[in-house]
């Protein structure tokens, strides 16, 4: 890992929002949402949480890592499947209290590139009709199998 960026104290408004220096505001939970997108086509791929770990990890390594809020966990996203996020860019909203990655997913061994540990490119692979509240598949299937690429066990972030 390169050298830990230290984040700055947050002293007003003009500093955070006008300023250069990154100065995240972790939710109460010690987390920033993250929003995934391909770096190509711009689809969104997922959403996740960071905390200061995760963030520092992906600024050093140049490849997503996210906090786990169903198994409390820091992880590398792709560290077990091989679906690595490389980042290209990273970016923070005006009040620095969310995140945008935009990254280039490396394939796995037995799969095209994909970021849903449910084996879907996106996590977003289904639609709301605004009429009804049905769910419609806007993904053609999925681009891996799950069982073959996490094992036989159970989801743990299914509740």
Not at 64 to 86: D, E, I, N, P
Request: net charge negative; hydrophobic share 35%.
């Amino acid at each position: 890992m390169s050298t830990t960026i230290r984040f700055a104290a947050r002293h007003s408004i003009e500093q955070v929002e006008d300023g250069l220096e990154l100065a995240p505001k972790f939710g109460p939970d010690g987390l920033l949402p993250c929003v995934t997108t391909d770096a190509t086509s711009g689809e969104v791929l997922m959403l996740g949480w960071m905390n200061a770990e995760a963030l520092q990890r992906t600024l050093a390594t140049r490849e997503a890592h996210y906090w786990s809020r169903s198994r409390q966990v820091l992880w590398h996203k792709g560290g077990t499947s091989g679906l690595v996020q490389h980042v290209v860019e990273l970016r923070i909203d005006d009040d620095q209290d969310a995140l945008w990655l935009r990254v280039q997913v490396q394939p796995g061994t037995d799969s095209p590139p994909a970021s849903c540990h449910v084996g879907y490119r996106s996590c977003f692979y289904r639609a709301i009709d605004p009429d009804t509240g049905a769910l419609r598949f806007v993904e053609d299937g999925k681009t891996f199998d799950p069982r073959v690429v996490y094992g036989d066990a159970p989801n743990p972030t299914v509740l």
